[in-house]
């Protein structure tokens, strides 16, 4: 294993990654470091070409030691999407489909990778607030690491995420509100139980998970970067590991110094990071009242603010606020063209393109990557039979 240790990107901090850690002393998310130079000894891209299609292609960038927590995670197809793409004028549209994954999101990856750290570093028992998705994946990869787990949703969360979670044997509260409702008390949980918490971006190995979406885009295209990643953001933690991801592919050396502008997307019904971006400040202010059919993408004060802001910045990205009428509709229109049924998160990724080219923010010859967050088939209600498809 190349992890060395871990870091503050607030205060610069250095902490012990030997040992189960949450926030740095001054608030901040920490960050997982590696001794990159070793890594590029020990191994180069094309040794990954032969490796198993799941994210533990990736072990030498990977928090792990032992034998993983593993149900097949990652490598997910990066699908072109022409009929769509030309339909919006972004000929050069793909559409990274991360429903295939294991529990139907991405967030599979981040609970694999999380677990596995967890249990290898002693946790018994974790405990966290979602949305659903991310509840649902870490229920599941803690029962297939034998640990127990204590999830906290929003009652109006997706009810087959709610289903999930039971199933996989772990103890479900419902709460009403939204989900920083679930974190606080998940927060008196962990307090008087002594339980592991792993609350997004609480402990720092859920993005190590995350960030392998940002080196598949790029080994999927040849170790080459594509020009835009368009990611539906609730909590951050995928477009923060993107970011990281591609970070250590630059150190590396495997992509040149030319980053992809990273675009962060949310609902017009809660969109902390698209205010908080366009007043050019560094910090979010809480979302009032919450809503949207995107429901990941829920998450009205994101503590990863900060790393979310940076990513824009830092890649010369953006941040764009789409309805959801406007969302529900592009899914319909994607499905029609595409034969793909997407979630709402990945919808409003397709509806923010059609936005950002219309302005011409993205150019008609440019690459686009729009991450699917999720299966749609975890969603049902997204379309209504009956209803004639929008054009
Ligand atoms: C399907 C889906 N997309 C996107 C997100 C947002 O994830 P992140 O915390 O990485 O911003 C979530 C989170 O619940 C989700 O379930
Ligand atoms: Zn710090």
């Known amino acids: 294993m190349y992890l060395t240790h871990l870091e503050c990107p607030r205060c610069g901090a250095r902490h012990d990654a030997g040992r189960l850690a949450n926030l740095c002393a001054c608030g901040s998310p920490l960050l997982a470091r590696y001794d ?17 299609a799941d994210l533990w292609r990736y072990r030498e960038l990977l928090p792990v030691a032992g034998d993983p927590v593993t149900l097949g995670e990652g490598w997910t197809p990066l699908w072109p999407a022409p009929r769509y793409g030309d339909h919006i004028g972004v000929p050069g549209l793909l559409v990274k489909d991360e429903g295939l994954v294991p529990t139907g999101s991405f967030k599979a990856r981040g609970a694999a990778v999380g677990v596995s750290r967890a249990r290898e570093l ?44 039971v199933a996989a044997g772990a103890t479900l509260h419902l709460v009403d509100g939204v989900i920083s409702d679930a ?32 080196y598949e885009i790029v080994e999927q295209l040849g170790w080459r970067v594509p020009d835009v990643i368009v990611y539906p953001t609730g909590g951050g933690v995928g477009l923060i590991g993107i970011h990281k991801a591609l970070g250590e592919l630059r150190a590396l050396g495997w992509i040149g110094d030319r980053l992809p502008r990273l675009v962060a997307v949310q609902a017009s019904g809660c969109a902390p990071v698209v205010r908080a ?28 603010d900060e790393l979310i802001l940076d990513a824009l910045s830092a890649t010369g990205g953006t941040a764009i606020a789409v309805d959801d009428a406007e969302l529900l509709a592009d899914l319909r229109a994607f499905g029609a063209r595409e034969g793909l049924l997407l979630c709402p998160e990945g919808a409003a990724g397709l509806s923010a393109v059609r936005r950002l080219r ?8 440019e690459e686009v990557v729009v991450l699917n967050t999720g299966a749609g088939i975890k969603y049902p209600d ?10």
């Open 382 to 391: 997204t379309v209504a039979a009956g209803t004639p498809p929008s054009s």
């Open 358 to 365: 219309a302005t011409g923010w993205i150019g008609a010859a």
């Open 36 to 52: 990159l130079a070793a890594v590029g000894r020990g191994v180069t891209p094309a040794a990954l070409a032969g490796r198993a």
């Open 183 to 214: 974190g606080r008390l998940i927060r008196e949980i962990v307090d008087k139980d002594g339980i592991f918490d792993v609350s997004t971006l609480k402990e720092p190995y859920r993005i190590e998970g995350k960030k392998t979406m940002g």
């Open 277 to 304: 971006f366009d007043a050019g400040e560094r910090r979010t202010e809480p979302w009032p009242d919450a809503r949207t059919v995107a429901f990941g993408i829920n998450v009205p004060a994101p503590l990863g």
């Open 122 to 165: 002693g946790a018994t028992h974790v405990a966290m607030p979602t949305n659903g998705n991310a509840g649902a994946a870490w229920a599941t990869y803690a029962a297939r690491a034998g640990l127990a787990a204590t999830i906290a949703m929003p009652r109006d969360a997706p009810a087959i995420c709610r289903n999930e979670v």
